[in-house]
């Protein structure tokens, strides 16, 4: 979700110089009190590693927050936004590991970078998984220690909890089906939708907001007005990236088309195409799709296949509709106005942007 | 820890099975409730890896609540055992995918069994490293799941979180040093020794038993007294496996001396005997040592190097005078009666086995 959309001034994005700041300053001081050799140089791999981070789901925390009435000094709820950050941090460590990823944000993954550094080229690549595995660990486990230490009445932090604890759960079964069915072309439309909601859906947008609206004591139907704005929002924030991964400008996007197409992710645009298509396009995009060899022109006939195939006006049928769900919810939820305002120019941003 | 030098009818053992009970069915509903396909394979994949262990953490944060005063049900102290049993076994799974290690517990690893599952060997390796780092992820966030759902009054509550934080940030950083330094016999004894002390000493036996003192209230005094007892204590549980990873019973250990040998351990034993060793016998250590084709006869003439250069009995002698410091504490400390009996046969039982 790029800034350019919403006013950086917005109530939405005023929280994250302080979420930057408890980052920095919580990791720097960790590495300077490291009393074990060799650990400051791993907590500063992670600090600069989180430094990259468009902060999406701490920020979504926050203004889950101020939906359900938060109000006066943000500083728990910053603390607890920073808390889901370093999860997230765990998260893609781990899955750039998984993917084999030799970058991510720009610069060289966790694991490669700590694999460039060690001596012996037959032992760098363990060594960087290695490594990386605990770096995913750490951030998790101080995840939790911003999570333990954030002040919340008891009643809430049952609550905070239990959303917590769910999110983290459900990412890994997201992940897992992820993995399950990346290289098959041949899972239903169900299950890359339900790779979709638990990957992304749950886990970027509903329960940030939960985690958020929990802190400020939410009652049901605040929590239940998060999801029903969330998920739909989520799906439609996932099918957006589906589609810019292959239609968008690789300028703006900060990566090639070849990525998500050489790993044969299957999107929900590669489900509706390979549905649609004559059985002779069909086999060209199982070629394609998935062939680490895969180069430019390659993709521009994967490109007309799924233009030609009616696949991408389908996935932006899906995309429109969800995202006036999440409107309509809007309109009646039970969150404060501003906050109305502010997750209206959030569904914008996420759902219509171009990188 | 066997158990056949405590008898297993001791209050150290009795809360054993209802530890067990509780992982199981845990595990087993979330097996049975999971809403995401491919779910409930991975859950019960954890569910029997966990179900080999000897719980040894989960015993002594039982022990801890109870020397600390804990007294009547131990139905919190059993879920809080339970929560840090299913740390371990995320600590063991990322562990093993570390160390390339096929086997545990006499059965395949969690990523090689995973790895055998996948229909095509060209990504069988990949597959069951990326689905075991998420089943060891899956364990610490259930593992925080037991550990926010154990019922306990608000200020023991900020105590047992705070331990549980450290020892969990501890023990990544003992796996980390233990990597940076594996391969490597060059490193110094306090070096070696502060990979114990932070992979092992704190880790199973010092922060379990405050755990759970911290759980029943513990103050200060008790719990500084988990520390004198737990971490010499824990240093010479770590030197005695050091020792019969080399010299001990492969039959009784349930594995070959190879092991440790090949992959190039730097323990204490190494340390100790490379420095009192003459130039050709060190020139043979480090030959040896580390050599992943390193046969019977090898791993021989490494035990005789051991042996003749005193390193055996300097570890030993290192075993013995943790051992009494550990005891020395138990004579002043501030656990109830019963609990000094208790960690007294503990203490015995870490230190004089055969296994």
């Known amino acids: 979700m790029r800034t350019e959309t919403l006013p950086v001034e917005s109530e939405f994005f005023a929280p994250r110089a302080a979420i930057d700041d408890l980052l920095s300053s919580f990791l720097t001081e960790r590495a300077q009190t ?8 791993l907590v500063l791999l992670l600090r600069d590693f989180i430094d990259g981070g468009k902060r999406v789901r701490p920020l979504l925390c926050v203004a889950g927050w101020r939906a359900a009435g938060g109000e006066g000094d943000p500083a728990q709820a910053v603390r607890l936004a920073a808390s889901i950050e370093l999860a997230h941090a765990c998260a893609l460590v781990h899955d750039d590991i998984m993917d084999a990823a030799d970058s991510r944000r720009g610069r060289p993954s966790v694991h490669r970078q700590l694999a460039d550094r060690h001596p012996l080229p037959e032992m760098a690549d363990r060594f960087g998984t290695s490594g990386a ?8 486990v101080w995840s939790d220690e911003l999570l333990h230490t954030t002040l919340m009445p008891d009643a809430h932090r049952v609550a905070v909890l239990r959303v917590v604890d769910l999110a983290r759960a459900e990412l890994i079964a997201g992940q897992h089906l992820d993995l399950l069915t990346t290289g098959d072309l041949d899972v239903s439309m ?10 992304t859906a749950k886990y970027t947008i509903e329960r940030p907001l939960q985690v958020g609206a929990a802190l400020a004591g939410a009652d049901q139907r605040v929590l239940d007005a998060c999801s029903a704005y969330g ?42 195409a390979l549905r649609a298509a004559a059985p002779a396009q069909a086999d060209r995009l199982r070629a394609l799709i998935g062939d680490p060899g895969l180069d430019d022109p390659g993709a521009a006939e994967v490109r007309d296949i799924l233009t030609s195939t009616g696949a991408r006006a389908d996935v932006e049928r899906m995309i429109e509709e969800r995202y006036r769900q999440a409107l309509d919810v809007l309109d009646g939820a039970p969150f404060t106005h501003s906050a109305v305002r502010t997750l209206r120019a959030v569904a914008e941003a996420a759902v219509h942007r171009t990188a």
Chains 1, 2 share one sequence.
């Not at 490291?34 to 140089?41: H, I, K, R, W």
């Not at 595995?133 to 998790?140: E, N, P, R, S, T």
């Open 133 to 140: 595995i605990l770096v995913g660990d750490l951030a998790l």
């Open 190 to 199: 169900e299950t890359a939708l339900t790779v979709v909601r638990y990957k």
């Open 34 to 41: 490291s009393e074990v050799p060799g650990q400051s140089a």
């Open 231 to 272: 998920v739909p929002l989520g799906e439609a924030f996932q099918l957006r990236d589906d589609v810019l991964g292959v239609f968008g400008d690789p300028d703006r996007m900060g990566k090639s088309h070849l990525d998500d197409l050489r790993e044969g992710k299957c999107t929900s645009l590669v489900v509706r």
